[in-house]
């Protein structure tokens, strides 16, 4: 059953603390991205991946951090310097790169208390 | 950058009735997509378009890739209660990068 998965499905942290979200993908895609969604909002692009151990900032990429180590993964650290974390976080794939149609996973919803 | 205006923001239509929805820019786009986002989910791919003047259907949807490559529209006919959620529309821009409109939020009044 392929697919990509997000894990949790709610996050709740306190000001000031990292926290990392878990994107999975059983898909055997090369590429995956972060997005935020924030209410009446686009998905807006904060970091993606063509290949393993290797990533490019999208168009929010300040507050936020990610790794590829392996292709089926690639966490996003929402740090302490991201001025307003609470938000839907949506995690995508795509088989090759930008120019392939994603794919996105069910979100986590982080809240920052 | 490249910005993508979607309308209109919201519906409220009765069950039955066709939807059409649309999404305009001032640039050129090479693909267009358009997804529907249950609550709390992730979105879903409902049609991709790649060639200008392309219309696409899947099932009781339609969708069309304009011929100036600057807009798209998707169309619901006989709308039923499961449609509700909100569409986006996205478009891949000159640096392969997807742009994503603000989305179309569907009510269906049974």
């Known amino acids: 059953d392929g697919g990509i998965t997000q894990s949790p499905k709610y996050l709740f942290r306190k000001e000031g603390q990292n926290v990392t979200l878990s994107c999975e993908q059983n898909l055997n895609h090369d590429a995956m991205y972060w997005y935020r969604q924030d209410p009446g909002q686009g998905l807006r692009l904060i970091y993606y991946s063509q290949i393993v151990n290797d990533f490019q900032k999208g168009d929010i990429a300040e507050g936020y951090s990610v790794s590829r180590e392996k292709k089926e993964s690639f966490p996003l650290t929402v740090t302490s310097a991201q001025k307003n974390p609470t938000a839907f976080y949506l995690c995508?794939?795509?088989?090759?790169?930008?120019?392939?149609?994603?794919?996105f996973g069910p979100g986590t919803r982080l809240t920052v208390l | 950058g490249q910005q993508l205006n979607q309308s209109p923001q919201s519906m409220f239509i009765q069950e039955g009735e066709d939807v059409s929805m649309n999404c305009t820019s001032s640039?050129?786009?090479?693909?267009w997509l358009w997804y529907k986002q249950d609550p709390g989910e992730g979105p879903v791919l409902l049609i991709a378009?790649?060639?200008?003047?392309e219309l696409t259907s899947n099932g009781r949807l339609t969708a069309q890739f304009g011929i100036t490559r600057k807009d798209s529209f998707l169309n619901i006919s006989a709308s039923i209660p499961s449609d509700v959620g909100i569409y986006f529309c996205a478009g891949r821009g000159s640096q392969g990068n997807l742009i994503f409109g603000k989305g179309t939020k569907l009510s269906v009044k049974p």
């Open positions: 640039s050129i786009f090479n693909t």
């Open positions: 995508a794939s795509s088989i090759a790169g930008v120019t392939d149609t994603q794919y």
């Open positions: 378009l790649y060639k200008a003047g």
